[in-house]
């Protein structure tokens, strides 16, 4: 089954800062990739799909990037509400759909 | 508005039986695949099975497969989840998610989630 490994698995930042989060898949998935925001309390919300396209709704300093095994979500201006764990999904021909472990993003 | 509402969860003890349901609206219901999501108290998420807007493709993860069946019905806008034999390690948040499309892609839209505990 393919895993996804997810670095940093915590990171502390400034309001303002470019924060940037890696999701690495165990083989290639082409460019079948989420990326998912979740407060605590509350159920996750999709930021990104196919790698790179922004959800309707979504800031766009958000994005993301990559294909293959290698991806990343970008914030590009940290704001005070993006304070969250992200995490990133796959899924495949297989009806596999895994997530990784997460990513908490907190207050320097 | 798309609102998915779960219902079902509670406490019940390891090898017993349970069964989830949401009631999804705000869109049309059988346009679009469907999911399960589940997240254990403090951890991550994990995906638990999907279902495609006719029922012709279904996927479950190993931890699951041939305890937990997925379905759906599509005049009552209704998507369920029969848990059976369960276990502790089941004891987690459920969540229905509404997928990107017809196919088992992405999960656009969630819901609030029911809480299942496993324990005797």
């Known amino acids: 089954a393919i895993q996804l490994t997810q670095s940093p698995s915590s990171l502390s930042a400034s309001v303002g800062d470019r924060v940037t989060i890696t999701c690495r898949a165990s083989?290639?998935?082409?460019?079948?990739l989420a990326w998912y925001q979740q407060k605590p309390g509350k159920a996750p919300k999709l930021l990104i799909y196919?790698?790179?396209s922004l959800e309707s709704g979504v800031p766009s300093r958000f994005s993301g990037s990559g294909s293959g095994t290698d991806f990343t979500l970008t914030i590009s201006s940290l704001q005070p509400e993006d304070f969250a764990t992200y995490y990133c999904?796959?899924?495949?021909?297989?009806?596999?759909?895994?997530f990784g472990p997460g990513t908490k993003v907190d207050i320097k | 508005e798309v609102q998915l509402v779960e219902s079902g969860g509670g406490l019940v003890q390891p090898g017993r039986s349970l069964r989830l349901s949401c009631a999804a609206s705000?869109?049309?219901?059988?346009?679009?695949?469907m999911h399960w999501v589940r997240q254990a108290p403090g951890k991550g998420l994990e995906w638990v099975s999907g279902?495609?807007?006719?029922?012709?493709?279904?996927g479950y993860a190993d931890s699951v497969k041939g305890r937990f069946t997925i379905s759906r019905d599509n005049a009552k806008n209704s998507l369920y989840l029969q848990m059976n034999s369960l276990r502790a390690e089941d004891t987690a948040l459920y969540y229905c998610?509404?997928?990107?499309?017809?196919?088992?892609?992405?999960?656009?839209?969630w819901g609030q989630g029911t809480l299942v505990t496993v324990s005797s």
């Open positions: 998610a509404k997928d990107f499309g017809a196919a088992l892609t992405y999960f656009q839209h």
């Open positions: 705000g869109f049309t219901f059988d346009d679009y695949a």
């Open positions: 279902i495609s807007w006719n029922s012709g493709s279904i």
């Open positions: 083989q290639g998935i082409s460019s079948a």
């Open positions: 196919d790698a790179s």
């Open positions: 999904q796959q899924f495949n021909s297989y009806l596999i759909f895994t």
